[in-house]
């Protein structure tokens, strides 16, 4: 028989191993833990932002923004579970030549090997939002900084059939970079401000042109840290109606005002109604492939 000694010390060393088995096994659960968490983070970040990679698909309206030169696609007949918007700063585009478009072709965008190419009709045009910006000292540091305060809508037709008759017609049916031309408030945009077979090439045109820097490169510059915009902490937006801000084919332009607020410490940015081709309507059928 066991002395009381031997059973005290059994005892103690029955606490320890219960004690570092119930350790070893709550560190092991925390790490698969951790490790499902980490690997589900990865997941997330790395998911494409688009879910459309390849293909043609009809457009059906379509938006520039100069805050960083990014196109908004709104595009039909994309496969079932699959997002019908595109978003890019990285697009090419060019003109449906008379024969597509007497064929029945529909401004489109075919993507391959991950390049958009946005096809158009003179007449497509592509709602064009221009953020207004103003320097202002920053209120922590006093140091200036470079803010959005009001966003306006108006429309760009990059092949608008006046423009597409001069002397660089035949260069409108090859895929280029585009850079819209100057932003004037009230005034639909018409034609280019620069093009190239590259964007710095576009950028460089319309430099020459217009003596300055086109907005969208101006505003990654300027309103652009950490991927994030600076916009104005102590506004709020407040949306000026027009007779046509319903609609958004209308020919009316809407506008956004960042306005100082002190019961609000944030930022909110409407986001403005697609423009679109008269041609455009939800009944587009798929096309044809553009022959290259």
Known sequence: MLTKANQFMWKKVLILLISFT?????????SSTTSSMSQQSTSVVSAPKNQVTE????????????????????LLNTPAGKSSTYQTTNLQMAQLTDEQI?????????????????????????EYVHNVTET??????????TIVVRQESSFWTPFAASFAGSAIA???????YYVPPVYQPGSALVGYGG???????????????????????????????TGNIRSNPNSSVNRRTSPNSSRSTGSGFGATDLRSNPNKGSTQQRKPSFGTGSRSRSSFGTGSRRRR
Not at 170 to 176: C, E, H, K, V
Request: with cysteine; charged share 15%; net charge positive.
């Open 136 to 145: 202002q000292p920053d209120a922590a540091t006093g140091q200036p900084q």
């Open 55 to 74: 293909g043609q698909y009809p457009v059906q309206q379509a938006q520039y923004n100069d805050v960083d030169g990014s196109y908004t696609l709104m």
């Open 102 to 126: 007497k064929a029945g072709e529909k401004s489109q965008l075919n993507i391959s090997n991950s390049q958009p190419i946005l096809y158009l009709t003179p007449d497509f045009r592509i």
């Open 22 to 30: 119930f350790c070893w096994t709550t560190v092991a659960c925390g």
């Open 170 to 176: 035949n260069s409108l049916f090859a895929p280029r």
């Open 195 to 225: 093009y190239g077979s590259s964007y710095d090439q576009a950028v460089n045109q319309y430099r020459t042109r217009y003596n300055t820097t086109p907005p969208a490169v101006k505003n990654r510059t300027t309103l652009r840290t």
